[in-house]
């Protein structure tokens, strides 16, 4: 009897752990098969020469707007769109191979994308869906008065500090806290403010919200010919873009 109950054992002991062999089988071929799909979005996300759809027509559609694509806005990458590419990288520091990875989504403002290819999602808590069309009217309005005569990069960069500043603990947490903040910009003091922005001004308050910024997180500007702060001088000077300084 004892021999039977061995034996029993015995065989309930293997049965058991041959379905385990077979669940942790089913469970690495499941881990592995979602690895590879995660791969397969990623490398779908990165975007090269061949590549085809709207991330790559919103990619042309920057870099024509910032003077570095000459092409159709055709959602075609094709030789033109690697080479605007290739520009856009050197002007900003990255690797200059043509690909548009991580990098090089960041730089262009491109969130939604940056973050999928972190793996979140292509949620952005810093997106433009956190603000509203009021936000963007008082934004595209700012960067009207405060810019209009400056390059399309020089007025992203404007909006940017405004999104900087939203962001920093020093300042107001609100576009409309920071434009109309005491003294802040001239165009309030002076009345320009309540000019009608046009389409340029638009698109630029668009990729300020959306997050690129051509100042590196710059809180000031100023133009030196016209600025009578001493105060803002003093400000360590990041980068010059058109007639202004922009300064931490």
Same mark, same amino acid.
């Given at each position: 009897?004892?021999?039977?109950?061995?034996?029993?054992?015995?065989?309930?002991?293997?049965?058991?752990?041959?379905?385990?062999?077979?669940?942790?089988?089913?469970?690495?071929?499941?881990?592995?098969?979602?690895?590879?799909?995660?791969?397969?979005?990623?490398?779908?996300?990165?975007?090269?020469?061949?590549?085809?759809?709207? =991330?790559?027509? =919103?990619?042309?559609?920057?870099?024509?707007?910032?003077?570095?694509?000459?092409?159709?806005?055709?959602?075609?990458?094709?030789?033109?769109?690697?080479?605007?590419?290739?520009?856009?990288?050197?002007?900003?520091?990255?690797?200059?191979?043509?690909?548009?990875?991580?990098?090089?989504?960041?730089?262009?403002?491109?969130? =939604?994308?940056?973050?999928?290819?972190?793996?979140?999602?292509?949620?952005?808590?810093?997106?433009?869906?956190?603000?509203?069309?009021?936000?963007?009217?008082?934004?595209?309005?700012?960067?009207?008065?405060?810019?209009?005569? =400056?390059?399309?990069?020089?007025?992203?960069?404007?909006?940017?500090?405004?999104?900087?500043?939203?962001?920093?603990?020093?300042?107001?947490?609100?576009?409309?806290?920071?434009?109309?903040?005491?003294?802040?910009?001239?165009?309030?003091?002076?009345?320009?403010?309540?000019?009608?922005?046009?389409?340029?001004?638009?698109?630029?308050?668009?990729?300020?919200?959306?997050?690129?910024?051509?100042?590196?997180?710059?809180?000031?500007?100023?133009?030196?010919?016209?600025?009578?702060?001493?105060?803002?001088?003093?400000?360590?000077?990041?980068?010059?873009?058109?007639?202004?300084?922009?300064?931490?």
């Amino acid at each position: 009897m004892k021999k039977f109950l061995a034996i029993g054992a015995l065989t309930l002991a293997l049965s058991a752990t041959a379905a385990a062999g077979i669940t942790t089988i089913a469970v690495t071929r499941a881990d592995n098969a979602a690895d590879t799909a995660l791969g397969a979005v990623i490398d779908a996300a990165v975007l090269r020469q061949g590549s085809k759809g709207a =991330e790559v027509k =919103e990619v042309q559609r920057r870099l024509k707007n910032w003077g570095y694509y000459k092409g159709a806005v055709d959602g075609i990458y094709g030789s033109g769109t690697k080479q605007a590419v290739i520009a856009f990288q050197k002007k900003n520091g990255l690797t200059a191979d043509g690909i548009v990875g991580k990098a090089t989504y960041k730089a262009l403002g491109m969130n =939604e994308s940056y973050n999928a290819l972190n793996g979140n999602g292509g949620s952005s808590s810093s997106g433009s869906s956190n603000y509203t069309s009021s936000d963007l009217y008082l934004l595209a309005k700012t960067i009207y008065a405060e810019g209009r005569g =400056e390059s399309y990069t020089g007025q992203v960069a404007i909006g940017a500090v405004i999104m900087n500043r939203v962001r920093s603990s020093s300042f107001p947490n609100s576009i409309a806290g920071v434009v109309y903040q005491p003294y802040a910009f001239t165009a309030v003091a002076d009345g320009q403010i309540n000019l009608e922005p046009n389409q340029t001004a638009y698109d630029a308050a668009r990729d300020a919200m959306n997050g690129w910024d051509p100042t590196y997180g710059c809180l000031y500007y100023y133009n030196p010919a016209v600025a009578t702060s001493s105060w803002i001088f003093n400000r360590q000077t990041v980068t010059v873009i058109g007639k202004h300084v922009f300064a931490i």
